[in-house]
């Protein structure tokens, strides 16, 4: 068992500090995304997993969250995998659920199995709305926030979009659906993956300026594939300067070079966002260590 899992305001309520001969300055709180496998009958994909994350363990991650399938496909291998990660690991696992299309006895079922397995933290989505008829009980994210809060003993997260989210009709709004979800009860927000760390940064500053004060946590994509980049960027919106998708267009091809330049643009990015002060940084793993190993290395 691990000794203590916490939650996620002791998680960021900590103050740590890198200091040298020439600065001193907070160390950012680290924590990783993983996904469960998919077409992993035997379970070997979910044991290189466990592998990848006893190399990242290294690096004393605060977290380990673990995304969700679309309603629900995969709830019982994510089930494994947080135990998996609770247990082996000793790492303190975070599940994604998300709550469209499930009913409320559903929802009330996971929570309980979660709370049984010891688990202190959630990050409450909505997820993406299905074709079709589907269940309506829970259509925004905030209602999932206030009905975890209304019984369950659990810190919650949630998404936070500085590009806005897809369907929102403007930044304002979106801001204020956000803002919502904290009123809430959300105690920490993650953010999709961005690039330009001004979009951050103003994003940051109009939600600080709308009263919300929870720390905002950039989640951080190691570029390692030109057409994985494009496939995951295809559905959300994404800004990617100018001059690193020149360059990587330009060598698209070339694989080493590729990963060399995503990890010296995420380590660009992560320094200056230490920089700036962030309370932590959430690297998008995509179940592999190597990259964020290199990228922390830079940084830390
Ligand atoms: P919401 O907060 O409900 O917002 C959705 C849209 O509705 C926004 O445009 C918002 O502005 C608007 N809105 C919100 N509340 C209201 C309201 N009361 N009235 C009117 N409009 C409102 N997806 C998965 O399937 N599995 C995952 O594990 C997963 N993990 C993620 C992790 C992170 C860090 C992020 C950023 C996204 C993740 N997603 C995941 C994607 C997410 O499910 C989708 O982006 C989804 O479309 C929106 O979910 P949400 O929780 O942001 O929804």
Same mark, same amino acid.
């Given at each position: 068992?691990?000794?203590?899992?916490?939650?996620?305001?002791?998680?960021?309520?900590?103050?740590?500090?890198?200091?040298?001969?020439?600065?001193?300055?907070?160390?950012?709180?680290?924590?990783?995304?993983?996904?469960? #496998?998919?077409? !992993?009958?035997?379970?070997?994909?979910?044991?290189?997993?466990?592998?990848?994350?006893?190399?990242?363990?290294?690096?004393?991650?605060?977290?380990?969250?673990?995304?969700?399938?679309?309603?629900? $496909?995969?709830?019982?291998?994510?089930?494994?995998?947080?135990?998996?990660?609770?247990?082996?690991?000793?790492?303190?696992?975070?599940?994604?659920?998300?709550?469209?299309?499930?009913?409320?006895?559903?929802?009330?079922?996971?929570?309980?199995?979660?709370?049984?397995?010891?688990?202190?933290?959630?990050?409450?989505?909505?997820? =993406? +709305?299905?074709?079709?008829?589907? *269940?309506?009980?829970?259509?925004?994210?905030?209602?999932?926030?206030?009905? +975890? /809060? &209304?019984?369950?003993?659990?810190?919650?997260?949630?998404?936070?979009?500085?590009?806005?989210?897809?369907?929102?009709? $403007?930044?304002? =709004? &979106?801001?204020?659906?956000?803002?919502? /979800?904290? !009123? %809430?009860?959300?105690?920490? @927000?993650?953010?999709?993956?961005?690039?330009?760390?001004? /979009?951050?940064?103003?994003?940051?500053?109009? *939600?600080?300026?709308?009263?919300?004060?929870? #720390?905002? +946590? #950039?989640? @951080?994509?190691?570029?390692?594939?030109?057409?994985?980049?494009?496939?995951?960027?295809?559905?959300?919106?994404?800004?990617? #300067?100018?001059?690193?998708?020149?360059?990587?267009?330009?060598?698209?091809? !070339?694989?080493?070079?590729?990963?060399?330049?995503? @990890?010296?643009?995420?380590?660009?990015?992560?320094?200056?966002?230490? =920089?700036?002060?962030?309370?932590?940084?959430?690297?998008?793993?995509?179940? %592999?260590? =190597?990259?964020? *190993?290199?990228?922390?290395?830079?940084?830390?």
């Amino acid at each position: 068992m691990v000794e203590q899992l916490k939650n996620l305001n002791d998680i960021y309520s900590k103050e740590d500090y890198i200091e040298n001969m020439f600065f001193t300055q907070r160390r950012p709180i680290i924590s990783y995304e993983v996904f469960p #496998p998919k077409n !992993d009958q035997n379970g070997d994909k979910l044991n290189n997993l466990i592998q990848e994350l006893t190399v990242l363990k290294k690096y004393n991650p605060s977290l380990v969250s673990v995304t969700y399938g679309a309603g629900g $496909s995969n709830r019982e291998q994510s089930v494994d995998i947080i135990q998996r990660i609770k247990d082996e690991l000793k790492l303190n696992p975070m599940p994604h659920f998300t709550c469209v299309s499930c009913s409320e006895k559903d929802i009330k079922d996971y929570l309980t199995n979660i709370e049984r397995l010891g688990i202190k933290n959630i990050l409450a989505l909505r997820g =993406d +709305i299905p074709d079709g008829e589907f *269940c309506r009980d829970f259509l925004h994210a905030s209602e999932l926030v206030e009905f +975890i /809060k &209304d019984g369950h003993d659990l810190s919650v997260a949630v998404a936070g979009y500085p590009e806005t989210h897809n369907e929102s009709c $403007s930044f304002e =709004d &979106d801001i204020k659906w956000l803002k919502y /979800k904290v !009123d %809430k009860g959300a105690d920490v @927000i993650y953010t999709q993956l961005f690039f330009d760390n001004n /979009k951050y940064f103003s994003f940051v500053e109009v *939600c600080a300026d709308e009263g919300i004060n929870v #720390p905002i +946590i #950039p989640g @951080i994509l190691p570029v390692t594939n030109y057409n994985q980049l494009l496939k995951m960027t295809s559905l959300c919106k994404v800004t990617i #300067p100018k001059v690193f998708i020149d360059k990587l267009e330009k060598h698209k091809d !070339d694989r080493d070079y590729t990963r060399k330049l995503g @990890i010296d643009f995420a380590s660009y990015q992560c320094r200056q966002l230490i =920089d700036a002060g962030v309370k932590g940084l959430h690297f998008y793993t995509l179940n %592999k260590s =190597d990259a964020v *190993c290199e990228i922390l290395e830079n940084i830390l």
